[in-house]
Nanobody, 129 residues
Framework: QVLLEESGGGSVQPGGSLRLSCTAS????????MGWFRQAPGRGREFVAAITWSGSNTRYADSLQGRFTISVDSAKNTVYLQMNGLKPEDTAFYYC??????????????????????WGQGTQVTVSS
């Protein structure tokens, strides 16, 4: 079982930036893919980005690539999500998640939430003028 704790959410004006952090503990962390998802009011949870602990492989939702950047600091067991050029439609609860590499098989950096079996509590991001 991996414990995940997000931080860094808040309120920002359109065009602004935020950096979310996800600190992981417990288990053998290198055996997991790490991902970020978000859920806006009245909508389902959607994939944002994923990364390996080496940082050498990343995947993004097509609509977000270019504005969001996922990264890791393996020494701190922390995954980051840098969000630039924020828009009101980015308003959502953002969740950090971990997917066991062995369980997802040939899928590299899965985008489906059912492949992730460890979730943080989430952090709210609000983009409004």
């Amino acid at each position: 079982q991996v414990l995940l704790e997000e931080s860094g959410g808040g309120s920002v004006q359109p065009g602004g930036s935020l950096r979310l952090s996800c600190t992981a503990s417990g288990g053998f962390l290198r055996s997991y893919y790490m991902g970020w998802f978000r859920q806006a009011p009245g909508r389902g949870r959607e994939f944002v980005a994923a990364i390996t602990w080496s940082g050498s492989n990343t995947r993004y939702a097509d609509s977000l690539q270019g504005r969001f950047t996922i990264s890791v600091d393996s020494a701190k067991n922390t995954v980051y999500l840098q969000m630039n050029g924020l828009k009101p439609e980015d308003t959502a609860f953002y969740y950090c998640a971990a997917a066991p590499i062995r369980a997802v098989g040939a899928i590299i950096l899965p985008t489906r939430e059912d492949k992730y079996n460890n979730w943080g509590q989430g952090t709210q991001v609000t983009v409004s003028s």
